[in-house]
């Protein structure tokens, strides 16, 4: 048994010795925030093959010496910007697709100006998405491609499936909403009609902030992101990995873009407060979009950790088709963790690229 000076001296040397395991860990706690400097996203080699305004279009370098015949089309959100899908090259769903034989293109929608607020549903799809499908079957000598879209992305994709079904081989829908005549989630109960006043935001700013948007996201699930995520960072912030891809999707989560407001406004009212897409009465321009036309292969994405779009509001989707061959595959994972989870790059992105792969025909020489 220790004497009493023993214990004190030994109390003493415990505290030194954690004073100098804080004062280590502090330091490797600062060398590693100095990542975010040099902190490099998006690296997979493309390059721009057509502009729009601010919208450009990329084609990504081949991995392969043969791809697929059929390209695939990305087409992520308007409100964050898509290199959430080529995050790191480990994490990276452009890449995985790229390395099973994928020819892939991707719309990257830029960043709108105040000039741009008017630009709506008949921009995006009928002059953006349908320009960029054009561009494609005629670069690859093909009169249809597969696509995939994601988040607000993949509703803009099913409209445009409906509007021009001859031209989507495949129909690939991540994480998002078709039906919005739920109260699943927190999003379809904070702009009911009777609380929330689409008209009023958009005739007040115009586009739609990015920090608004943010924040109403972040308060889906506030405790994970406000506490819960900064608690782990303290406690792993001498680990340089795990700091390294913090950092990275700290980048991606506040390096948003704005909304634009007219897209915003008809987007609440006819889609989350009326329900029109799932009705076959919303219209683009003076087209109603039918999703009963959409009749090809689709593969339907869904995350069951989704805080921003509820189960139900992606996998209507498969009720509201005349599709045949059609799956939702239901994974376990955030809207997030979709495009970077470990577990999602080595299971779920293998299956949807066999999935995609038994309807993408032929293999051909690539195009570098």
């Not at 695939?72 to 959100?77: D, E, K, Q, R, S």
């Not at 609380?195 to 990015?210: E, H, R, T």
């Not at 680990?239 to 873009?257: A, C, G, K, T």
Request: hydrophobic share 40%; with cysteine.
């Amino acid at each position: 048994m220790l004497t009493p000076t023993e214990q004190i001296l030994e109390f003493n040397q415990n505290l030194v010795n954690k004073s100098l395991e804080l004062n280590y860990r502090a330091q490797q706690a600062l060398s590693n925030l100095t990542i975010y400097q040099n902190l490099k996203v998006g690296e997979t080699e493309s390059e721009v093959i057509y502009r729009d305004n601010k919208m450009t279009l990329l084609h990504y370098k081949p991995l392969t010496e043969k791809v697929h015949k059929t390209p695939l089309l990305v087409i992520y959100a308007l409100i964050n910007k898509p290199y959430i899908l080529d995050l790191q090259p480990d994490k990276s769903v452009i890449r995985n697709l790229l390395s099973k034989g994928f020819d892939i293109y991707l719309i990257d929608w830029g960043t709108p100006s105040d000039s741009d607020k008017y630009l709506d549903f008949e921009d995006y799809v009928e002059r953006y998405i349908d320009d960029v499908v054009n561009i494609i079957c005629e670069c690859n000598g093909v009169t249809s491609i597969s696509i995939l879209g994601y988040c607000i992305g993949g509703t803009l994709s099913a409209i445009y499936t409906a509007l021009h079904p001859e031209k989507v081989r495949n129909f690939i829908m991540m994480a998002s909403p078709v039906y919005f005549d739920t109260k699943d989630g927190l999003l379809h109960i904070m702009t009911d009609r009777q609380y929330f006043d689409a008209d009023v935001i958009v005739d007040s700013i115009g586009n739609l902030p990015p920090n608004m948007l943010n924040s109403s996201f972040l308060m889906l699930d506030p405790v994970e992101n406000f506490i819960n995520k900064y608690s782990t960072f303290f406690n792993n912030m001498d680990n340089r990995q795990f700091v390294e891809r913090f950092l990275r999707m700290e980048h991606w989560i506040f390096d948003s873009i704005p909304m634009t407001g007219e897209f915003y406004r008809r987007y609440i009212k006819e889609l989350y407060q009326q329900n029109l897409l799932a009705k076959n009465e919303f219209y683009v321009g003076e087209k109603c979009v039918d999703l009963r036309k959409i009749n090809m292969p689709v593969l339907n994405i869904i995350a069951k950790r989704d805080t921003q779009v509820p189960e139900v509001a992606s996998a209507k989707l498969n009720e509201l088709i005349s599709s045949k061959d059609k799956k939702i595959i239901l994974f376990s994972s955030g809207h997030i963790g979709l495009s970077v989870g470990k577990k999602a790059h080595n299971e779920l992105w293998p299956e949807v690229a066999a999935w995609l792969k038994k309807r993408s025909g032929r293999q051909i020489k690539a195009r570098n």
